[in-house]
C-alpha cells in the first residue's frame, strides 16, 4: 500500500511538472516581518484596511490538501487538481488546475541575514517570516496569497502579477484584535523588479521582500 501511494505521488508530480513547463517562470518569495519597540509619528493613516474579496484569495496552507491522502505534497493551492487525478477524472484535472500555484519553501536564503540581525536588535521584534516558490501570472489571473497568524499578531496579502512589467499588490498588519477593522496596516502597489530586495514600514512595523527568479 505504502508503494502504491509513493508511485501515485510521483505520477502527481511529474503531471504538475509537465504543466508547469509550459506555463510561466518560476520565482521565489521571501518575507521578514518585524514590530517596532518604540515608535511615534505625527503622521495620519487611512482607519481600515480594506481587505480583498475572499473570493479574490487563496489560503497559504491549504488545510484540504494537508488532511488528505496528498498531505506529502507542498503543493498549496492544488487540491482538485491532484483529486481530479487521484479520481480519474481526466476530463476535470485541467479545468481544476490553478493559474497561479504556490509551494511552501522552507528556509530563507536572501533574506536569512537581515532575519538573524533583525533577532539581535534590541528596539526591533522579529514577528515571523515566509517563504515560497510561485509563478507569477497577468493581472487578470492573480489572486491575493493570504496568511494570518494564529494569534492575530500579524497577517498578509500578497498578490504579485505581470503587467508588461513585474508588479506587487501588499497590505500586511498587525494587532488585528477584536471586531473593529484592521488599523495598523501597510497598503502599498509597486512595480518590483528580479533579484531585488523591498522594504515596507509603517511607524509601528515593517516588512522586507525578496523575489528571485528560479
Same mark, same amino acid.
Given at each position: 500500500?505504502? !508503494? ?13 511538472? =509537465? %504543466?508547469? =513547463?509550459? &506555463?510561466?517562470?518560476?520565482?521565489? @518569495?521571501?518575507?521578514?516581518?518585524? #514590530?517596532?519597540? $518604540?515608535?511615534? $509619528? ?12 475572499? /473570493? ?6 491549504? $488545510?484540504?490538501? @494537508? &488532511? $488528505? =491522502? ?19 477524472? +481526466?476530463?476535470?484535472?485541467? =479545468? ?9 519553501? #522552507? ?8 532575519? /538573524? ?26 489572486? +491575493? ?8 499578531? +500579524?497577517?498578509? !496579502? ?20 477584536? &471586531? ?13 523588479? &528580479? ?15 525578496? %523575489?528571485?527568479? %528560479?
Amino acid at each position: 500500500m505504502k !508503494y502504491f501511494k509513493f508511485i501515485l505521488i510521483i505520477i502527481i508530480l511529474s503531471s504538475f511538472q =509537465a %504543466i508547469k =513547463a509550459e &506555463n510561466k517562470d518560476e520565482y521565489k @518569495i521571501e518575507i521578514v516581518l518585524f #514590530d517596532f519597540n $518604540t515608535s511615534s $509619528t505625527n503622521e495620519i493613516f487611512k482607519t481600515n484596511l480594506d481587505e480583498p474579496d475572499i /473570493n479574490e484569495t487563496v489560503e497559504f496552507y491549504d $488545510t484540504e490538501l @494537508i &488532511n $488528505t =491522502a496528498s498531505k506529502y505534497s507542498k503543493f498549496e493551492n492544488i487540491s482538485s487538481y491532484i483529486s481530479s487525478i487521484i479520481e480519474y477524472q +481526466y476530463n476535470k484535472k485541467m =479545468a481544476s488546475y490553478p493559474s497561479t500555484w504556490y509551494r511552501e519553501s #522552507d528556509n530563507l536564503e536572501i533574506l536569512e541575514n537581515f532575519k /538573524n540581525n533583525i533577532s539581535k536588535d534590541n528596539n526591533i521584534k522579529l514577528l515571523g517570516h515566509h517563504s515560497w516558490i510561485q509563478n507569477i501570472p497577468e493581472f487578470n489571473e492573480s489572486k +491575493y496569497l493570504r496568511f494570518k497568524n494564529n494569534d492575530f499578531d +500579524y497577517g498578509f !496579502y500578497i498578490k504579485l502579477y505581470k503587467k508588461r512589467f513585474l508588479h506587487l499588490d501588499l497590505k500586511s498588519f498587525i494587532n488585528q484584535k477584536g &471586531n473593529n477593522g484592521i488599523k495598523i496596516f501597510i497598503d502599498k502597489e509597486h512595480r518590483i523588479f &528580479n533579484e531585488e530586495i523591498y522594504l515596507f514600514d509603517h511607524p509601528e512595523f515593517g516588512i522586507l521582500f525578496s %523575489i528571485n527568479k %528560479i
